[in-house]
């Protein structure tokens, strides 16, 4: 079965990196697009990131852009998250989703979903 | 970036109800529209794609409506497991977006 297991996550202070990541199993990894989402404590859910299946293109929510790297490695089935310069509005629950694409650009959205790794950011 | 609209931001209902969420987008986002409910503590779980089909696993008495700017999540029959937060997701463009969220509670 489809397994998304993040790892990586903790307290850290204002400033500080953290890397974030997620072993696949389940499915073969290196067809689909992989994202992390995140949900800040009683927010609701906000898109971070996302990676093609070969790695080969990116993008990043502005509120993290500049600050952030995402990178995969297809044969250790993994995705990985690198949270720079992490400020206080930074805490939240990280998960990791996995999203088929199509070649017309069409998707059917996020179909698994890790159980999310905790960040904190405090002093 | 799209704007997803959600309505009601939250609502109590009791087993057995019929319960109606709606999302609206800021932009024509044709069919590109998904529902996911959060159970306290859990990750979300996708229950419909494209504005209307069914996931796989996902229970029959969820449905999905819509296309263009307005869409429609209906519950026929309110279950224990159903009281959670749902969230519409359009995928049409990055950044994808979320709506805010809809609470469902038991009345």
């Known amino acids: 079965q489809v397994q998304l297991v993040e790892s990586g996550g903790g307290l850290v202070k204002p400033g500080e990196s953290l890397r974030l990541s997620c072993a696949a199993s389940?499915?073969?990894?290196?067809?689909?697009?992989m994202n992390w989402i995140r949900q800040a404590p009683g927010k609701g859910l906000e898109w971070v990131s996302y990676?093609?299946?070969?790695?080969?293109?990116?993008d990043f929510a502005d509120s993290v852009r500049g600050r952030t790297a995402i990178s995969r490695d297809n044969a250790k089935k993994s995705v990985y998250l690198q949270l720079n310069s992490l400020r206080a509005e930074d805490t939240a629950v990280y998960y990791c989703?996995?999203?088929?694409?199509?070649?017309?650009?069409?998707?059917?959205?996020?179909?698994?979903w890790g159980q999310g790794a905790l960040v904190t950011v405090s002093s | 970036a799209i704007q997803m609209t959600q309505s009601p931001s939250s609502l109590s209902a009791s087993v057995g109800d019929r319960v109606t969420i709606t999302c609206r987008a800021s932009?024509?986002?044709?069919?590109?529209l998904g529902w996911y409910r959060q159970r306290p503590g859990n990750a979300p779980k996708l229950l419909i794609y494209?504005?209307?089909h069914l996931q796989g696993g996902a229970p029959s008495r969820f449905s999905g409506s819509g296309s263009g700017t307005d869409f429609t999540l209906t519950i026929s029959t309110l279950q224990p497991e159903d009281f959670a937060t749902y969230y519409c997701?359009?995928?049409?463009?990055?950044?994808?977006?979320f709506g805010q969220g809809t609470k469902v509670d038991i009345k």
């Open positions: 990676i093609s299946s070969s790695g080969e293109s990116s």
């Open positions: 997701l359009q995928n049409y463009d990055y950044p994808w977006t």
């Open positions: 932009q024509d986002i044709g069919d590109a």
């Open positions: 494209a504005a209307s």
């Open positions: 389940g499915f073969t990894f290196s067809n689909y697009y």
């Open positions: 989703a996995r999203s088929y694409q199509y070649k017309s650009g069409w998707s059917p959205g996020f179909d698994y």
